[in-house]
């Protein structure tokens, strides 16, 4: 499917030249007008109260600043690499940005997938069920080394809540890590059986977990199995606890040695609800249950025992206004509030502060721009010395989340993210390094992100799309 | 300010932004009927509370943000029911254009929701995850697994 489609059949959809008029004779029945100085004042008093409140906290909390670490704003910059490409073939060079980064950088003729230091071009059939071609290449120093695989491929046919689930999965493992896909048939001619999805389970190479998806919009749902790839064997990992009796079930969040997992159900006539499920006791409980809290909740693991809550409070337009973070001990039951009622980190304000979540770490911003990180498992914070937070900032947590990417986009226009200056802050460490990038301008930058816990990169391709680019940096 | 005056703006605001709006909330819901009501509260909405906004595009995302809410109040009405095509063909638009409506359509809702916003709005993930109440990383989930299932050629369409 062409977006450009899409695009063209969705400027064809307007409203009925009559609503218009319908709604201006409705203002004139029935509306009531609120003036705009009370809306105003209404703003302005609740944006004081919020800074208030939030300044108040900072100075009463006996935690702060309890640990720091000192931007560094390299003097070097990057040239980002824009020519068109001239090889056939992946090829790639390497640079050093003021002796503290190493970029990596892949030129290709058009798009390759990438997973760690492999990159691979696949061939798929025209419904895009079956693989008919591959090809991986791998990074071996300065260059991508074609190399040979050995693939498997698994028939799948599983039978769940009615359905037949059905197709191929591709396999293999290099390097004590396990490569995974399968097909995914064009939206519309997507059937019942082809709604698998594969989740790779970190560290293991000998089974998957495939999660089985049915219906549409309110009523979509997913539940998972455990696939063990030599054998083909489905195993129901959530048997005899109930899991499978939720409705509307749709998020799996597992603890990583899989004994627990966090289930968030759709909203249903009851609203969304998340439960807990421990695999090994067999029970289900609910989180609010589990915890005690009763607002609006959500969990993730900090580690297989200990779960990082977040409670929101809402404005009158339904926003997020503030954010209060707890530690719960599973075991235990030892609650521990992190974070106090912090404003919630809204981007679009024109110098916006609060609190941006990643998992087990926030981002503070406060008023004046200073930066605080704060271990949400214990409420240690470590203050950012010397770096003002502006507009167009933003941070992306690592997977072992002990690293924060910070950039700072300035795009030309949507098409771009731009991001004018990149950088790393190390919590282990306690640095905190970024340098300005020149000449990405001259690339349209699509994604960024983390490929592993060291490395970051920038997808990119060039105005013509004759050329694509993955830009990566270890700090 | 008086009344007449918020009726002119109300009318330029209806002019600039419901087809946005209806655009959406047809997504969202797939029937053109659903999709008017929605448009009407919405603007009355923007009439009612009068909110002030920083600039037009503030102005534009509260009014897909109000959108959102309110088709997710809408399906919890209609809580059994299942709509997730549109009920007609559109007007003149070609049977390739059809099939990329029908395509995007059959989606799951939180997958169809940000494909919409970014390819057709034009929004980056931090105002897609504004307008929709989500976190920047559920944002490019959402959208890495929506393209997934569309197999979209998006990376060279823009």
């Known amino acids: ?475 | 300010m008086n009344q007449t005056v918020y009726e002119h703006r109300l009318e330029e605001d209806y002019n600039a932004y419901s087809p946005a709006v209806y655009r959406l909330a047809m997504v969202y819901l797939g029937r053109y009927a659903d999709a008017e009501d929605i448009t009407q509260e919405v603007f009355l909405r923007l009439l009612c509370r009068a909110p002030t906004f920083a600039d037009e595009n503030h102005r534009r995302r509260w009014l897909l943000q109000v959108t959102a809410n309110l088709c997710r109040d809408q399906l919890r009405g209609f809580w059994r029911k299942r709509v997730t095509e549109l009920e007609d063909t559109i007007p003149a638009a070609a049977p390739e254009e059809q099939e990329a409506l029908a395509s995007v359509m059959s989606l799951p809702e939180q997958y169809r929701l940000p494909i919409h916003l970014h390819y057709y709005e034009g929004y980056s993930v931090a105002e897609i995850a504004e307008i929709l109440k989500l976190g920047p990383s559920a944002v490019k989930m959402r959208l890495k697994r929506g393209r997934e299932l569309l197999k979209l050629e998006l990376e060279g369409s823009h």
């Open chain 1, 1 to 475: 499917m062409n977006i450009n489609d899409y695009r063209r059949g969705m400027d064809k959809i307007l409203p009925d030249p009559k609503l218009k008029e319908r709604i201006m004779k409705q203002t004139n029945e029935k509306k009531k007008y609120i003036p705009v100085r009370r809306v105003v004042n209404g703003l302005l008093a609740a944006a004081l109260a919020a800074a208030c409140l939030f300044t108040a906290a900072l100075a009463a909390s006996p935690d702060l600043r309890t640990a720091m670490l000192s931007f560094f704003h390299m003097e070097e910059r990057e040239q980002v690499p824009s020519s068109s490409v001239t090889a056939k073939d992946p090829d790639i060079s390497q640079t050093e940005i003021g002796a503290l980064v190493k970029a990596q950088y892949v030129k290709m003729d058009r798009y390759y997938g990438h997973s760690g230091s492999l990159f691979y071009d696949l061939t798929w059939s025209g419904d895009n069920r079956t693989l008919l071609d591959s090809k991986f290449w791998e990074v071996k120093e300065n260059e991508l080394v074609p190399i040979e695989v050995e693939l498997n491929t698994n028939t799948v046919a599983i039978s769940y809540d009615g359905i037949r689930y059905q197709g191929e999965l591709y396999w293999f493992v290099r390097d004590s890590q396990l490569f995974v896909t399968k097909g995914n048939p064009l939206g519309i001619e997507m059937m019942p059986e082809d709604e698998w999805y594969i989740q790779p389970i970190s560290g293991r190479t000998d089974v998957v977990i495939l999660n089985l998806a049915q219906g549409r919009q309110m009523e979509y749902t997913e539940y998972p199995v455990l696939y063990h790839l030599d054998t083909g064997e489905m195993e129901d990992i959530l048997s005899e606890t109930g899991a499978s009796e939720l409705e509307h079930a749709y998020s799996y969040l597992w603890s990583e040695d899989m004994r627990r997992v966090l289930i968030s159900c759709g909203e249903g006539p009851n609203g969304q609800q998340e439960w807990l499920c421990d695999l090994e006791a067999k029970t289900l409980t609910s989180l609010d249950e589990v915890t005690g809290l009763d607002g609006e909740v959500t969990a993730n693991f900090m580690d297989s025992e200990t779960l990082i809550l977040t409670e929101y409070t809402k404005d009158a337009e339904g926003l997020y206004q503030s954010v209060t973070c707890y530690s719960f001990h599973l075991i235990s039951k030892q609650l521990v509030k992190t974070l106090n009622n912090a404003p919630y980190y809204r981007w679009f304000d024109e110098e916006p502060y609060g609190a941006m979540l990643f998992g087990s770490r926030c981002v503070l911003i406060g008023l004046d721009g200073q930066v605080q990180v704060i271990d949400l498992s214990s409420g240690e914070r470590t203050a950012v010395e010397g770096f003002s937070f502006q507009h167009g900032d933003d941070f992306m947590i690592s997977p072992s989340q002990d690293k924060l990417l910070y950039y700072h986009a300035a795009p030309q226009d949507i098409a771009s993210l731009g991001v004018a200056q990149l950088g790393v802050i190390d919590l282990k460490l306690g640095t905190f390094i970024a340098f300005d990038r020149e000449g990405f301008e001259h690339l349209q930058e699509e994604g960024i992100g983390w490929e592993d816990d060291n490395t970051v990169s920038i997808n990119a391709h060039t105005p013509d799309y004759e050329t694509q680019y993955l830009l990566m940096y270890q700090f």
